[in-house]
């Protein structure tokens, strides 16, 4: 079975521009959770859905991020405008109804 | 400060050594995680606990709670190359089992 996908796995970007990370579940898992990770803070949970609709983003940095679940099988996360800070390592990960957490491969952000 | 301390930091150990990583925490835990990380890919999961005592085996790798399910470690016998990478331990504290807090990792070379 497939397990999380994320895309894109490599980011370059110039500050000031929109950056939009994409994820996809497993499939029947009803919860998704984004995930931020850097060496000085770790893992830090920004926002995650249940059965689509957002539980609880308090974990979102500032206005600059957004996440969407439009459907049980994608989901995005958007930077905008994308500053210095945002680099880090972003992971998705989905559970079926808040067991183990299996996470995606990440998508690796710089932002120049 | 960290809410789930994570020791050592790293640490890098002869193949074949028995080795014991610690994850501490000043509050219950009602259900701890161990995963393991490679550079450049997302999180493995490796074993989950929830009972004070309980204790779990996979190949040569052992997780225990203790009894106030306040500490976890995770023991690794006869350490091979393939074992190196970073473990981290993830823990739900407030027991809805969906936020889950984090340690910082604890980073494994081992040298054959």
């Known amino acids: 079975d497939a397990g999380v996908i994320q895309s894109p796995r490599h980011e370059v970007t110039e500050m000031g521009q929109e950056v939009t990370l994409r994820c996809k579940p497993i499939?029947?898992?009803?919860?998704l959770f984004w995930y931020r990770q850097t060496m000085m803070r770790g893992l830090e949970l920004l926002i995650y859905f249940n059965n689509n609709v957002p539980i609880d983003d308090s974990g979102m940095p500032e206005d600059r991020f957004s996440a969407k679940m439009p459907n049980a099988s994608f989901s995005t996360l958007k930077i905008q405008p994308s500053e210095p800070r945002d680099s880090a390592v972003y992971f998705c990960?989905?559970?079926?109804?808040?067991?183990?957490?299996?996470f995606g491969p990440g998508t690796r952000l710089l932002v120049l | 400060s960290q809410e789930l301390e994570q020791s050592p930091q790293s640490l890098i150990v002869q193949e074949g050594k028995n080795l014991t990583i610690n994850c501490t925490s000043s509050?219950?835990?009602?259900?701890l995680y161990w995963y393991k990380q490679k550079y450049g890919e997302g999180l493995i999961f490796l074993m989950m606990?929830?009972?004070g005592g309980e204790e779990k085996s996979h190949e040569k790798i052992t997780a225990k709670l203790d009894e106030k399910k306040q500490q976890s470690s995770l023991h690794i016998t006869a350490s091979q190359p393939s074992h190196a990478g970073i473990y981290l331990c993830?823990?739900?504290?407030?027991?809805?089992?969906?936020?889950?807090?984090w340690g910082l990792g604890t980073s494994l070379g081992v040298n054959p």
């Open positions: 993830g823990a739900d504290i407030d027991g809805n089992n969906r936020k889950l807090i």
């Open positions: 990960a989905s559970t079926l109804r808040g067991g183990t957490q299996y």
């Open positions: 606990l929830q009972k």
């Open positions: 509050k219950t835990l009602y259900g």
């Open positions: 499939s029947g898992h009803d919860y």
